[in-house]
Every structure is written in C-alpha cells, then in structure tokens.
T-cell receptor, first 116, second 116 residues
Framework: AQSVSQHNHHVILSEAASLELGCNYS??????LFWYVQYPGQHLQLLLK??????LVKGIKGFEAEFIKSKFSFNLRKPSVQWSDTAEYFC??????????????FGTGTLLAVQP | GAVVSQHPSWVICKSGTSVKIECRSL??????MFWYRQFPKQSLMLMAT?????????EQGVEKDKFLINHASLTLSTLTVTSAHPEDSSFYIC????????????FGPGTRLTVT
C-alpha cells in the first residue's frame, strides 16, 4: 500500500532562512502529489500540487516543490521564510491506483516554527 | 471558491451519547466527501469516503456502525459518532471533491470532539 514519509517532524528557522521539507512516497506508479499547510487554528489549505508535466511546481506564497520520480520524492522549498509561514505542513499522495475514490494518503506532518 | 464548512466546530458530549457533525460544500457540488480523524501531533487518517446517494466506504479498522456517514445531497454529508466514548475524542475533518474522479480535495475547518 502507498505510504508517505516526512522526515522532518519539527523545524525551527529564523526569518529569511531557506526551507526544504522532505517528502517520500512508497509506490512507484503514476501518482498525484500535494502539499497542504495548516496554519494555527485554521483548516488545511492546498499549497501546491503535481499531476503531470514540469516536475518543478510553483505554489502559493512563494513555495515550490520538485517531483523527482527516481527518488520517489516531492520536497517542498521556499528560498526565504517569513514568520507568517509558521504552520504545519503535510505532504499527501493519491491512494492506490485504480481506486474509485482517489483517496489521499497523508504524511505525518512537519511543524515549522519561524523565529522573527 | 471551493469552501467547505463544518458544524459544530467544537462539541463536548457525555459518554454513551451520540454526536452529529455536518460537512457542507458552500459554493460547489461535492460528488465525493471524505472524513478524516486527526490525533494530536499525528497525521490525518482517512475514516471513510462517501459518494452522494450511496453507502459510504469505510477504511479498514473503522467501525461503520459506530461512525455513521450519510451523504444525502451534493452539498451535505454528516458523520454521527454513536455511543461515544472518551477514546473517540479527536479532531474530525471532512473534505470534498467536485467529482468522483477528482484528485483535489477541499478541506473543512474540522470539529473538535471531546467525550467526557
């Protein structure tokens, strides 16, 4: 079954530092990949998604992610973080192929704290 | 667009009682809705998938008689936690997809359930 690993559980950065959050998935077939963000007290919001095409995907708020098929990875990056980026970040992959419901499998999340 | 609401946002109930949580898509029709459970410092775990007008599909290990899901219309799905126990205390999140084949889900703000 598909699984998603996020290696960094808790990241602390100073403002203007660069960010890279790791995400790896297990199943090597056709996948759709997502990064969601959950700001304190708010609901999950989509940051960016990859379905096909250019493996470098740009999302909202200056975030980008690169799909590397050979590494089963979809790491999230931002060149310069801001205090307002403090949130929890979830990587997600669509479920097993052939599934009629296109279930999302989530990673365990990475809590990012940006210090001013 | 693509706003999903949940009601209530927070509920406390006594052990043995039942609680109903509503999930509504406010500005689009949701063919498919998903219910997740999120424990503190853990990821979202899919509980079930519901398609409008048909029975929900439950994930392995989720008791369908305990977590009743109804998707009566294209804008409303409900989750009823029956005979709640303290171990059912959790954060319940719903999401909605525009079509059955859509990979993208829009998330509600979640409902915090506390069973005393």
């Amino acid at each position: 079954a598909q699984s998603v690993s996020q290696h960094n559980h808790h990241v602390i950065l100073s403002e203007a530092a660069s960010l890279e959050l790791g995400c790896n998935y297990s199943y090597g077939g056709t996948v759709n990949l997502f990064w969601y963000v959950q700001y304190p007290g708010q609901h999950l919001q989509l940051l960016l998604k990859y379905f096909s095409g250019d493996p470098l995907v740009k999302g909202i708020k200056g975030f980008e992610a690169e799909f590397i098929k050979s590494k089963f990875s979809f790491n999230l990056r931002k060149p310069s973080v801001q205090w307002s980026d403090t949130a929890e970040y979830f990587c997600a992959v669509n479920g097993p192929p052939g599934g009629a419901t296109n279930k999302l499998i989530f990673g365990t999340g990475t809590l990012l704290a940006v210090q001013p | 667009g693509a706003v999903v609401s949940q009601h209530p946002s927070w509920v406390i109930c006594k052990s043995g009682t039942s609680v109903k949580i509503e999930c509504r898509s406010l500005d689009f029709q949701a063919t498919t809705m998903f219910w997740y459970r999120q424990f503190p410092k853990q990821s979202l775990m899919l509980m079930a998938t519901s398609n409008e007008g048909s029975k929900a599909t439950y994930e392995q290990g989720v008791e369908k008689d305990k977590f009743l899901i109804n998707h009566a219309s294209l804008t409303l799905s409900t989750l009823t936690v029956t005979s709640a126990h303290p171990e059912d205390s959790s954060f319940y999140i719903c999401s909605a997809g525009r079509t059955a084949s859509s990979y993208e889900q829009y998330f509600g703000p979640g409902t915090r359930l506390t069973v005393t």
